[in-house]
């Protein structure tokens, strides 16, 4: 295996010897005179070929300058991931727009704070979706959106959207209004326009991109993205996990993600491969993917993963034609990768590490990499397609810090993670004070995450600074509990968060979510850190929970927060 990776890393670095700065609409133009027949979309019901998308990408373009959008302006997109989502993509960088890709499971409110905060100029959105109803919220948002005169009316201090102008409609269920240009309508408008985008001005360097932070831990905040970042690190992904010729990549993380849009949908533009866009996950509608649409890759979250390793359909597909995976968000035991090697014959199996603020992620381990390392660590730095940092091969470089004082640790030293490469945020939209925290004083990016990187240059996340908490006035952290819980086989997915107590400042608590056909108690639980870990890091607390029932993002990521609340909750109306 190691030598047909090592060839395949040749011919990626034969084909692109140096780095070229182009936008993203630059790039598709290329990639569809390069394969102007091969698929760069796949669904069930649909079919877009690289010269496809190109000519889409520029009568939506054009009509989206027909419609009043000028360079920089914001233009949003609440699109799940249907195949035009990307031809509007390549269609929001071609008009020199900015483009806002929305988390589209916001509720009313959440929806109402990001229009506003990143004074959208378009909205392209969907009906509805998931049983939200987007109409309804602009409605209440947005009162006479739907209105030909919205576009023209005054500036007004009551205005909750004043930067909103207009709004096109992707149906989903066959629901228009009247006053209201459809995506259709779009590319008809840009037919009588035909050329109105090319004389707009694009360069690498400018903003492509405001992608929303998830909200693990708060509010989102609007990360600014140049489109040579994006594309510099999607090269980087195809060049380390060694991409084959026209590699077809399956997922259902949204395209508003980094995780999908640059490891998915960008990665594979470099060897001309396809994407397998789903707008909702189940093991079943994986597998049934794979084995309709030959994909060879697939992206996941360890959540996804254990569901289609335990599901017990998954050997009813032919799965023969998956090769590779790359799982993130968090790290997975290595009984699933070693499940995943028997039962679908997947022999690369990687994972890695970033964040929206870097450009995506920023280590992977190598596919040839032994599975422990995959369990243990989040990689290595990610191989660069030229010198992004001087004397190095690598896309970027990682240290650890004293996470209060801010001095450099040794090798191998525990502390507060920061990275410094070329593909960093350029900052938050309209947020000076939070952007300048994000960076130390010589611009190197703040994670917030606790790790170390060891001597052989592989990175290992311990928890985020934000989640350490003292009980009894000694610090603990949270990952040393989740993980020597994890380990146990009757534990599915564990958590450990820290709770406010009067004597102790802080009391541990750990949401343990059961492995089906297993059972494990609370004393158990309690028993087993006993017998490994100091008294002052014995958790307090066992909850029990059905995996189902985490709050998570749409990208799976468990947000410790709410699971805080809901713990808290609970915790208080059972004393009452």
Same mark, same amino acid.
């Given at each position: 295996?190691?030598?047909?990776?090592?060839?395949?890393?040749?011919?990626?670095?034969?084909?692109?010897?140096?780095?070229?700065?182009?936008?993203?609409?630059?790039?598709?133009? =290329?990639?569809?005179?390069?394969?102007?027949?091969?698929?760069?979309?796949?669904?069930?019901?649909?079919?877009?070929?690289?010269?496809?998308? @190109? $000519?889409?990408?520029?009568?939506?373009?054009?009509?989206?300058?027909?419609?009043?959008? #000028?360079?920089?302006?914001?233009?949003?997109?609440?699109?799940?991931?249907?195949?035009?989502?990307?031809?509007?993509?390549?269609?929001?960088? #071609?008009?020199?727009?900015? @483009?806002?890709?929305?988390?589209?499971?916001?509720?009313?409110?959440?929806?109402?704070?990001?229009?506003?905060?990143?004074?959208?100029?378009?909205?392209?959105?969907?009906?509805?979706?998931?049983?939200?109803?987007?109409?309804?919220?602009? $409605?209440?948002?947005?009162?006479?959106?739907?209105?030909?005169?919205?576009? $023209?009316?005054?500036?007004?201090?009551?205005?909750?959207?004043?930067?909103?102008?207009?709004?096109?409609?992707?149906?989903?269920?066959?629901?228009? #209004?009247?006053?209201?240009?459809?995506?259709?309508?779009?590319?008809?408008? &840009?037919?009588?326009?035909?050329?109105?985008?090319?004389?707009?001005?694009?360069?690498?360097?400018?903003?492509?991109?405001?992608?929303?932070?998830? &909200?693990?831990?708060?509010?989102?905040?609007?990360?600014?993205?140049? =489109?040579?970042?994006?594309?510099?690190?999607?090269?980087?992904?195809?060049?380390?996990?060694?991409?084959?010729?026209?590699?077809?990549?399956?997922?259902?993380?949204?395209?508003? =993600?980094?995780?999908?849009?640059?490891?998915?949908?960008?990665?594979?533009?470099?060897?001309?491969?396809?994407?397998?866009?789903?707008?909702?996950?189940?093991?079943?509608?994986?597998?049934?993917?794979?084995?309709?649409?030959?994909?060879?890759?697939?992206?996941?979250?360890?959540?996804? @993963?254990?569901?289609?390793?335990?599901?017990?359909?998954?050997?009813?597909?032919?799965?023969?034609?998956? *090769?590779?995976?790359?799982?993130?968000?968090?790290?997975?035991?290595?009984? /699933?990768?070693?499940?995943?090697?028997?039962?679908?014959?997947?022999?690369?199996?990687?994972?890695?590490?970033?964040?929206?603020?870097?450009?995506?992620?920023?280590?992977?381990? /190598?596919?040839?990499?032994?599975?422990?390392?995959?369990?243990?660590?989040?990689?290595?730095? *990610?191989?660069?397609?030229?010198?992004?940092?001087?004397?190095?091969?690598?896309?970027?470089?990682?240290?650890?810090?004293?996470?209060?004082?801010?001095?450099?640790?040794?090798?191998?030293?525990?502390?507060?993670?920061?990275?410094?490469?070329?593909?960093?945020?350029?900052?938050?939209?309209?947020?000076? *004070?939070?952007?300048?925290?994000?960076?130390?004083?010589?611009?190197?990016?703040?994670?917030?995450?606790?790790?170390?990187? #060891?001597?052989?240059?592989?990175?290992?996340?311990?928890?985020?600074?934000?989640?350490?908490?003292?009980?009894?006035?000694?610090?603990?952290?949270?990952?040393?509990?989740?993980? /020597?819980?994890?380990?146990?086989?009757?534990?599915?997915?564990?958590? @450990?968060?820290?709770?406010?107590?009067?004597?102790?400042?802080?009391?541990?608590?750990?949401?343990?979510?059961?492995?089906?056909?297993?059972?494990?108690?609370?004393?158990?639980?309690?028993?087993?850190?006993?017998?490994?870990?100091?008294?002052?890091?014995?958790?307090?607390?066992?909850?029990?929970?059905?995996?189902?029932?985490?709050?998570?993002?749409?990208?799976?990521?468990?947000?410790?927060?709410?699971?805080?609340?809901?713990?808290?909750?609970?915790?208080?109306?059972?004393?009452?």
């Amino acid at each position: 295996m190691t030598k047909d990776i090592d060839r395949r890393r040749r011919l990626l670095r034969a084909d692109y010897p140096t780095w070229t700065t182009r936008t993203l609409d630059e790039w598709l133009d =290329h990639s569809a005179e390069r394969y102007p027949d091969r698929p760069l979309v796949l669904t069930d019901e649909t079919t877009l070929t690289y010269s496809q998308v @190109a $000519d889409s990408s520029r009568r939506l373009a054009d009509g989206l300058i027909a419609a009043g959008i #000028r360079p920089g302006d914001r233009v949003g997109l609440l699109v799940a991931n249907y195949p035009e989502f990307v031809p509007l993509k390549f269609a929001i960088a #071609r008009a020199g727009a900015v @483009a806002i890709p929305f988390n589209y499971l916001y509720r009313q409110e959440e929806l109402g704070y990001v229009l506003a905060q990143s004074q959208c100029r378009l909205l392209i959105t969907m009906t509805g979706f998931a049983g939200l109803d987007y109409l309804d919220m602009l $409605d209440a948002i947005a009162p006479g959106w739907d209105t030909a005169g919205f576009a $023209d009316r005054p500036a007004d201090q009551e205005d909750a959207v004043p930067d909103l102008r207009r709004v096109v409609l992707f149906s989903t269920d066959d629901r228009t #209004r009247d006053d209201v240009l459809s995506v259709a309508g779009l590319g008809e408008l &840009g037919d009588r326009h035909a050329g109105a985008s090319d004389a707009v001005h694009r360069a690498p360097d400018g903003i492509a991109d405001m992608l929303y932070t998830s &909200g693990t831990t708060g509010s989102p905040k609007g990360v600014l993205l140049t =489109h040579d970042a994006v594309l510099r690190t999607a090269y980087s992904s195809a060049l380390t996990r060694a991409y084959e010729d026209g590699r077809r990549t399956l997922f259902s993380l949204p395209c508003y =993600h980094m995780f999908a849009y640059v490891e998915g949908l960008l990665s594979v533009m470099f060897v001309g491969g396809a994407v397998i866009p789903q707008t909702t996950f189940s093991p079943v509608g994986y597998f049934g993917g794979i084995e309709r649409h030959r994909a060879t890759d697939m992206i996941c979250v360890p959540t996804m @993963a254990v569901a289609m390793a335990q599901s017990p359909q998954r050997h009813e597909f032919d799965l023969s034609s998956l *090769k590779a995976i790359l799982c993130g968000a968090a790290l997975a035991p290595v009984w /699933l990768w070693q499940q995943f090697e028997s039962d679908f014959g997947v022999s690369e199996i990687c994972t890695g590490y970033g964040m929206t603020e870097c450009g995506g992620s920023m280590t992977l381990t /190598l596919p040839e990499d032994p599975l422990e390392l995959v369990s243990t660590t989040v990689g290595r730095p *990610k191989l660069a397609g030229a010198a992004s940092i001087p004397g190095t091969d690598v896309l970027v470089q990682y240290k650890a810090v004293d996470p209060y004082s801010g001095e450099d640790l040794p090798s191998g030293a525990e502390g507060e993670l920061l990275s410094y490469g070329p593909t960093a945020m350029i900052g938050f939209w309209n947020k000076p *004070k939070e952007t300048a925290e994000a960076f130390d004083g010589n611009g190197w990016l703040r994670s917030g995450d606790i790790g170390r990187v #060891r001597a052989d240059g592989y990175i290992q996340v311990t928890g985020r600074s934000k989640e350490l908490y003292k009980s009894g006035g000694e610090l603990v952290m949270p990952k040393e509990i989740e993980d /020597l819980l994890a380990a146990h086989e009757a534990i599915s997915q564990v958590f @450990a968060i820290g709770l406010q107590d009067e004597r102790w400042g802080e009391i541990g608590c750990v949401i343990i979510a059961r492995t089906p056909g297993h059972s494990v108690t609370e004393d158990e639980v309690i028993d087993l850190c006993k017998s490994h870990l100091a008294r002052f890091k014995v958790p307090k607390h066992v909850v029990f929970v059905d995996a189902e029932m985490l709050p998570t993002t749409a990208t799976g990521k468990v947000q410790k927060f709410r699971l805080k609340q809901l713990v808290e909750s609970a915790l208080t109306q059972s004393r009452v």
